[in-house]
């Protein structure tokens, strides 16, 4: 399943599926893109991140994909665990400002099913 | 353990009461962040200060205010001023070297205020 915006969607998945959360970021001029993993009660923790000179990036079981034309980023998790039902957020580092400041995304809330 | 330390973990103000979060890391940053997180929405920008003895206001810093005057400690009060306090607050900080640094967040666990 996919969700899109910035609204706090919620997508719900089977354990073992793979999940696609998205993102449409502001600035066109971010060169930096960073996915953060909230879980109940704690502060984000860094999962992900991509530069502008790429669009595709792995870790384990996670892949971060970059459409700068849309400015768009899709973080991609693959056989879904419990463990990862958290709120996701997308971040860029450039304000509406033009500062260097991270911005973020109000965040999709991901729940897993056993 | 290196790391980045926010306390209490809970708080509670009382009208016309200014109270203030702690946030003390140890990772040797320059930068240092608070947001502010409200139920189903993402983090705003407060204050955030990118060396000692200097910070910016963010985009809420409104009823806010910090002080830096240690690498270590960016503590935040939030004043009476400050309507509607309730709301979940997360301290970061990156390694920030220049204003140009592409760096990631550390994040501590965060204090809820709640008001009496």
């Known amino acids: 399943g996919e969700s899109v915006g910035l609204h706090l969607p919620t997508l719900s998945v089977q354990e073992g599926d793979n999940s696609i959360i998205n993102c449409a970021y502001s600035?066109?001029?971010?060169?930096?893109f960073i996915w953060y993993k909230q879980e109940s009660g704690k502060g984000p923790q860094f999962i992900i991140d991509?530069?502008?000179?790429?669009d595709k990036r792995q870790g384990q079981r996670v892949t971060v994909l970059l459409n700068k034309t849309v400015k768009h980023l899709s973080l991609q998790i693959a056989a879904t665990q419990p463990g990862d039902s958290a709120v996701y957020f997308c971040?860029?580092?450039?304000?509406?400002?033009?500062?260097?400041?991270?911005?973020f995304g109000r965040g999709t809330s991901l729940i897993v099913h056993p | 353990d290196g790391g980045i330390t926010q306390s209490p973990k809970y708080l509670f103000r009382k009208e016309g009461q200014n109270v203030t979060l702690s946030c003390e890391q140890n990772l040797n940053h320059d930068a240092m962040y608070w947001y502010r997180q409200d139920p189903g929405q993402g983090l705003r920008l407060i204050y955030y200060s990118q060396i000692v003895n200097d910070f910016q206001k963010g985009d809420i810093a409104e009823g806010y205010s910090v002080s830096r005057e240690k690498k270590e400690s960016f503590p935040l009060t939030v004043t009476s001023a400050q309507k509607n306090p309730t709301a979940f607050y997360l301290c970061?900080?990156?390694?920030?070297?220049?204003?140009?640094?592409?760096?990631?967040?550390?994040f501590g666990s965060g204090t809820q205020l709640s008001v009496l």
């Open positions: 971040a860029e580092n450039i304000g509406p400002g033009g500062s260097y400041i991270p911005t």
């Open positions: 991509i530069r502008s000179n790429m």
């Open positions: 970061a900080s990156s390694s920030g070297d220049s204003l140009l640094t592409n760096e990631k967040l550390f």
């Open positions: 600035n066109s001029a971010s060169d930096y």
